[in-house]
Structure formats: C-alpha cells, structure tokens
C-alpha cells in the first residue's frame, strides 16, 4: 500500500478537491493507497472538511494536531502514523502534480527506496522572494553537502528510509535534507511547480525566515564559526590600530586618534554583540532539544 501524506493547515477550500484528485489518478493506476490528511492546527474547517471526506472514502485518513506545530511536525506525524510500505509527502494546494506520484510509485517497484521530486521551475514567485530562496537554498547546500537547490518536500520514500527517519531524535528536523542525507538507493523526479488552486499560501515573510534560520542552524555551525573569524579579523585590525598608535605616541602626537578609538570600539562592540547573538541562537536550539518535547501533540484522529 502507498501512504500519501498531506500536511493541510487552512487548507478547507482545497481539501475536496484534492481528495478526489489524488484518489482518482492513484484508483486509475491501481494503486491501492491511503491519503492520510494532517491537519496542522488550522483555524478554518479544515478538520471538519477531513471528516466528512473520511466517512465518504475509505481511503481516507486524518490526525488532528492540537495547534500549530508546523509543516515540518505534520509531516513526521504523517510518516508516523502511515500505515503503506512507502509513503509520498505531498503538498495539499496540488501544486505538487499528482500524476507524478504514480511514476515515483513505478519508480520504488523498480527498487528505489527514495524518489526525490525536484522543481524544473518554481513557479510563480517574487523577485525578492525568489533571491532570498536562492540565498536559503545556497547554505544549505553548501552545509548539507549536496545540491538543494530544486529540492522540495514532493517525495516518495520507503518503508526502511521512514523508520530511519521516524528513529531520529532531531526536534527541529529538516525533512527535504534529511532525506537526502540519510542514502539509500535515490532517484528524481522533475516535475513543474503549478499555481496554488485555491487559497493563498500559508507562509508569511517572517514564518519563512524563522523557518530558514532554523534549518540552517540545524545543518550548519557555519555561523558559529564566521563568529571566530570576525573576532580573528578584529584583532588583526586591532593589532594595526595599536601600533599605529603606539608610533603615534612616541612622535608625540598622539590625542588624534580619537576618531580611530570611536570607529574601533564600535566595531568591536558590534561584533561581540552579533557573536553572541549567534552562540545565544545555538544555546536556544540546543535548549529545544535537550528539552525533549515531542515534536507534535495529536489530538485526534479519524480511525
Ligand atoms: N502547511 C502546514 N503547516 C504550516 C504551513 C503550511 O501544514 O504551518 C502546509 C500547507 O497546508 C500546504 C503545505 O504545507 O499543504 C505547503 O504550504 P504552502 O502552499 O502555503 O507553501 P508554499 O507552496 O507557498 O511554499
Ligand atoms: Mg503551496
């Protein structure tokens, strides 16, 4: 059986339409299949919208969060509680294509334990939007080790690689890199990214953010270091200041430097500050994780 895993949140209006979507193109392929909606804490009638396809399809399924936890939570929470001997991860404003599915389904008969769906294109997007995920995406590939630059959450995985997955205690888990940075015999897909269906996206600017500086420190130390580096550049300027002024002394000139101590005790000042900031975003991270909350808290379920 394949398990689809749908994280829905404010997602009412899309619901039916992808229930009967998806269903349709897996029934056609004779794929026996469950589409297992997590609905992430939404504030509309989403839950509602998921009960009422449950109760008319048998190939239905849905957990109910007891409030947001986020996209990443909903999908380990699908991968969890997927029954199938593989699961795909999809998108429920259809903008992840679902005929795609059944060629990865074609593509794991054949022996492939992950099918990673990448983007050919990525739609319709923002100038600025699009640079900041050039910017993201660039990191992140250069932290994780391998190119995540068309990389997206539209993936199959099987059975083995859902149970590496689901045995690993990261609370802040980065589901399109950790899938890739676990193995196993992988292929890709392309496929083009649609326009949403209906509704709007449920990403606002500082969501994104967060969630990028999030799965950045997940991957990377990289900036804990540039922390080293920037001290070790101050001091080599600091070095040059106080010979500077040293020579200055000893010529007898030496009130001028005034404006060099302003600019020097501001640098300094500012890059502590930053380093700080940095190794203090860390020690939250590892606060979260030395914590051991779960990742999400299920309230309810339709079976
Ligand atoms: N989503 C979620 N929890 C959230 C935000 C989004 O489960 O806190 C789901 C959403 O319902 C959709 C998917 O994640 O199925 C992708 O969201 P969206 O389409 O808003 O993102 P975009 O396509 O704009 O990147
Ligand atoms: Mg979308």
Redesign the pocket.
Known sequence: MLSVV????N?EEMIPITVSVIDKTLSEADITHELLFVN?GSKDSTWEKITEAASSNTNVKGVCFSR?F??ES?IFAGISEAQGECCVVI???L?HPPEKIVEMYRLWEQGYEIVEGVKRSRGKESGLHRFAAKSFYSIMSESAGFDMSRASDFKLIDRKAMNVLLNMNEKNAFFRALSSWIGFKSIQVEYDVRE?EAGV???STKSLIKYALTNIASFSSAPMQLVTIMGLIVFVVGLGATVEALVTFFEGKAQEGFTTVIILQCFTGSFIMLGLGVIGFYISKIYEEVKGRPRYIIDKTTY
């Open positions: 749908i994280p829905a949140y997602e992430d947001n986020g996209k909903a998108d429920c404003d903008q949403r996206s449920k990403w």
